[in-house]
């Protein structure tokens, strides 16, 4: 027997008397297309005054629109027993804060120890069918927020509203020294690196890429950065603080440029500044790289809503670590 998940309703308004159900659809309750032509073969998908109808029929005033799409879930993905903490969650979506380290979908290679793993475990000990919808992703290493879409629906709505620029994402991190200007655009287009085409580099053939910066806290030898996504790259943050000269405390691919330097001197200030920045890096272990703040608009509740995630241990660990000593310097 086909299940369903729990119906989006529209009600038609006197202006919309006599549209078209189509357009109410498309125009009213943002159906993608893709979406309407799924709908259109499902038994119970698409239905006016709980009738099953063409979209090609007239509506009238006070009619109730309702779709209804099927239960699914991720059969490829292997349920575990991972934890991790709840944000938010209704029957439309699910927001997590997800702990460094872990990677968000299976990929070959790694087909468990995933968020995703996680997540379907949990859905199943509630006897609740989804597929693993992430609207976003974030790299490994990388913690905080990111939502799941529990349904095509709003998955296709907040994909929607990325493309359009009004998802708010916010980072914070902490970096090797202080960027100047202490507040700005990093307007770098990025791209693949043609030497390893793993790493991402700022080049003019890249695609456009842009990442607005304001310090919120000055170090001796480093900084804490908060970051706005305006376009969404691989690697974005990564690849543009380490192109102002300021690369993350911790990461091991976009490396401070002593590291390189240091390969061909042997200065003593040089080495110096490699023994601090080592010290640094080898503190956390990972990019200090945090997502804690996401939002936007609910795309069933039509509400804005906002999402936080404190700064995990290690990174607290860090920025105590950084301020030991000497006084600092906040915005």
Same mark, same amino acid.
């Given at each position: %027997?086909?299940?369903?998940?729990?119906?989006?309703?529209?009600?038609?308004?006197?202006?919309?008397?006599?549209?078209?159900?189509?357009?109410?659809?498309?125009?009213?309750?943002?159906?993608? +297309?893709?979406?309407?032509?799924?709908?259109?073969?499902?038994?119970?998908?698409?239905?006016?005054?709980?009738?099953?109808?063409?979209?090609?029929?007239?509506? +009238? @005033?006070?009619?109730?629109?309702?779709?209804?799409? &099927?239960?699914?879930?991720?059969?490829?993905?292997?349920? !575990?027993? *991972?934890?991790?903490?709840?944000?938010?969650?209704?029957?439309?979506?699910?927001?997590?804060?997800?702990?460094?380290? %872990?990677?968000?979908?299976?990929? =070959?290679?790694?087909?468990?120890?995933?968020?995703?793993?996680?997540?379907?475990?949990?859905?199943?000990?509630?006897?609740?069918?989804?597929?693993?919808?992430?609207? =976003?992703?974030?790299?490994?290493?990388?913690?905080?927020?990111?939502?799941?879409?529990?349904?095509?629906?709003?998955?296709?709505?907040?994909?929607?509203? %990325?493309?359009?620029?009004?998802?708010?994402?916010?980072?914070?991190?902490?970096?090797?020294?202080?960027?100047?200007?202490?507040?700005?655009?990093?307007?770098?287009?990025?791209?693949?690196?043609?030497?390893?085409?793993?790493?991402?580099?700022?080049?003019?053939?890249?695609?456009?890429?842009?990442?607005?910066? &304001?310090?919120?806290?000055?170090?001796?030898?480093?900084?804490?950065?908060?970051?706005?996504?305006?376009?969404?790259?691989?690697?974005?943050?990564?690849? =543009?603080?380490?192109?102002?000269?300021?690369?993350?405390?911790?990461?091991?691919?976009?490396?401070?440029?002593?590291?390189?330097?240091?390969?061909?001197?042997? @200065?003593?200030?040089?080495?110096?500044?490699?023994?601090?920045?080592?010290?640094?890096?080898?503190? *956390?272990?990972? !990019?200090?790289?945090?997502?804690?703040?996401?939002?936007?608009?609910?795309?069933?509740?039509?509400?804005?809503?906002?999402? &936080? @995630?404190?700064?995990?241990?290690? %990174?607290?660990?860090?920025?105590?670590?950084? +301020?030991?000593?000497? &006084?600092?310097?906040?915005?």
């Amino acid at each position: %027997m086909t299940t369903y998940y729990p119906p989006i309703a529209y009600t038609v308004s006197a202006e919309e008397d006599g549209m078209l159900l189509k357009t109410i659809l498309q125009k009213r309750m943002d159906v993608s +297309r893709k979406l309407l032509s799924r709908l259109k073969l499902t038994e119970r998908g698409i239905t006016l005054n709980g009738e099953r109808v063409y979209i090609s029929v007239h509506v +009238r @005033a006070g009619d109730l629109v309702e779709i209804r799409m &099927e239960t699914e879930t991720s059969e490829d993905i292997l349920p !575990q027993p *991972i934890p991790f903490p709840i944000l938010y969650e209704d029957e439309h979506l699910l927001v997590v804060s997800k702990p460094a380290g %872990m990677i968000v979908h299976p990929t =070959h290679g790694h087909y468990t120890d995933t968020l995703a793993n996680g997540v379907v475990h949990y859905w199943a000990q509630k006897n609740e069918r989804y597929r693993f919808r992430p609207v =976003h992703r974030l790299d490994q290493e990388t913690s905080g927020v990111l939502a799941i879409a529990k349904n095509p629906y709003s998955h296709q709505h907040i994909s929607e509203q %990325m493309l359009a620029g009004t998802v708010d994402k916010r980072y914070i991190a902490l970096v090797h020294g202080v960027p100047a200007p202490e507040r700005g655009d990093i307007d770098g287009p990025i791209d693949r690196d043609p030497g390893e085409p793993h790493r991402r580099i700022v080049t003019p053939d890249g695609y456009p890429s842009l990442t607005r910066y &304001e310090v919120k806290e000055r170090y001796p030898y480093a900084s804490k950065v908060e970051l706005k996504l305006l376009t969404g790259r691989t690697h974005q943050i990564r690849v =543009h603080m380490t192109s102002i000269g300021n690369p993350l405390i911790g990461d091991g691919m976009y490396r401070h440029p002593v590291y390189e330097a240091a390969d061909s001197s042997s @200065a003593s200030a040089l080495a110096a500044e490699l023994t601090r920045v080592a010290a640094l890096d080898a503190a *956390i272990g990972r !990019q200090a790289l945090h997502a804690a703040r996401l939002s936007f608009t609910h795309p069933i509740f039509r509400r804005d809503m906002t999402f &936080e @995630a404190p700064l995990p241990p290690d %990174m607290e660990e860090l920025e105590a670590r950084l +301020r030991q000593g000497q &006084e600092t310097t906040q915005n």
